[in-house]
């Protein structure tokens, strides 16, 4: 009886062994595979690119480098056709963390900064080489430091280029054209000052409503980079485009600060270079800009040119603009405006001094 009970005994210790290590085993997988389930990285792409365009082709080339780089640990869903619905459908997504990663203009980062108004400010620079100086070597930083109290990471400026003036009937060449004008400006206090100076008919649309407008004669003129005016439908209705070179129209790429954080060291230079630099951008938005000027009776358009007396008409009216835009603006403005003339007092001393070699 003893042995047949110690018999029993070991055999019962062998089956607990088994059935532990068993159980360890299977803690173990279970454990592996949250742990490889919790390595997937979710990332909603939010954007309003349109098709055929440079855009739209930097963003699939994201996508691409992204899914290849990671190796399926990331996977972006990629929402950049408006998919997401409004740009301020857009910033509710990454304040609720439903989006992780979005291209923004100008005009809806300044309802969350107000200060980046005073980016599209007429005339604050005085050429597109002046503007890279000052976005590279001090607004890049501004910004990252200001979005990020807004829970925003900071990417990339995306710069498309100047805005210009269309027209239905006639170019505006000097700004007393657009005097009386129906002139459609977007909901920024930037537009706002700059209709004000034209002395301009201001009326509010959003940019849905431009060639609607058009073709009901609601409105007359308006304002728009050359990719938005040539490739969307505007340029047909209102063929007359002047090259004033006026403002920066610019997006910037962001990211859910809380969600980069939660990113590994890795996995976050993976995603800055997937996307393109700030000199990669430029040079294939003005590379497509200069092919549509170029191309402009094929899109339905003309262009004209300012004179350097046209050019310095406008400036002469417009430059006057920003003490009253910074009063608007408020908040830190005053100080980035300042430090703003400082690198382009920066850059005009280092171009003279190129020049002087």
Not at 77 to 105: C, D, F, P, T, W
Request: positive net charge.
């Amino acid at each position: 009886m003893r042995a047949n009970s110690g018999s029993g005994a070991a055999i019962l210790d062998r089956m607990t062994n088994t059935l532990c290590r068993r159980s360890a085993l299977l803690l173990l997988l279970a454990g592996s595979l949250a742990t490889a389930q919790a390595a997937k990285v979710e990332m909603v792409v939010g954007g309003t690119s349109f098709r055929k365009t440079v855009g739209e082709r930097h963003w699939l080339e994201f996508q691409q480098k992204i899914d290849s780089g990671s190796r399926g640990e990331i996977k972006p869903k990629m929402l950049i056709h408006g998919e997401l619905g409004s740009e301020e459908q857009i910033v509710s997504g990454l304040r609720r963390g439903r989006v992780q990663y979005a291209n923004l203009s100008g005009l809806i980062t300044s309802t969350l900064v107000p200060e980046a108004a005073l980016l599209y400010a007429p005339y604050l620079f005085d050429s597109a080489a002046e503007a890279d100086y000052v976005l590279d070597r001090y607004l890049s930083r501004e910004f990252e430091t200001l979005l990020a109290k807004k829970g925003l990471q900071f990417i990339v400026f995306y710069d498309l280029g100047f805005q210009q003036l269309w027209a239905r009937k006639r170019p505006i060449l000097n700004p007393e054209d657009a005097r009386g004008v129906r002139f459609r400006i977007s909901a920024s206090k930037s537009a706002l000052v700059f209709g004000k100076a034209l002395d301009a008919d201001l009326i509010p649309l959003g940019f849905a409503d431009i060639i609607p407008s058009l073709q009901t004669g609601l409105i007359e003129a308006g304002e728009n980079g050359v990719t938005l005016y040539a490739r969307t439908g505007t340029a047909p209705e209102a063929p007359h485009l002047t090259l004033t070179d006026h403002s920066l129209a610019l997006s910037i790429i962001v990211a859910d600060l809380r969600w980069w954080k939660r990113l590994t060291a890795a996995q976050q230079q993976l995603i800055r270079s997937a996307f393109p630099s700030a000199e990669r951008i430029r040079r294939a938005e003005r590379a497509e800009i200069a092919a549509d000027i170029a191309g402009a009776a094929k899109l339905r358009f003309r262009a004209y040119p300012l004179t350097d007396a046209q050019r310095a008409r406008w400036i002469a009216t417009m430059r006057p603009t920003h003490a009253e835009l910074i009063r608007e603006i408020g908040g830190d403005s005053a100080r980035i405006y300042a430090e703003i003339n400082r690198y382009r007092a920066q850059f005009a001393q280092a171009s003279r001094s190129a020049g002087t070699n």
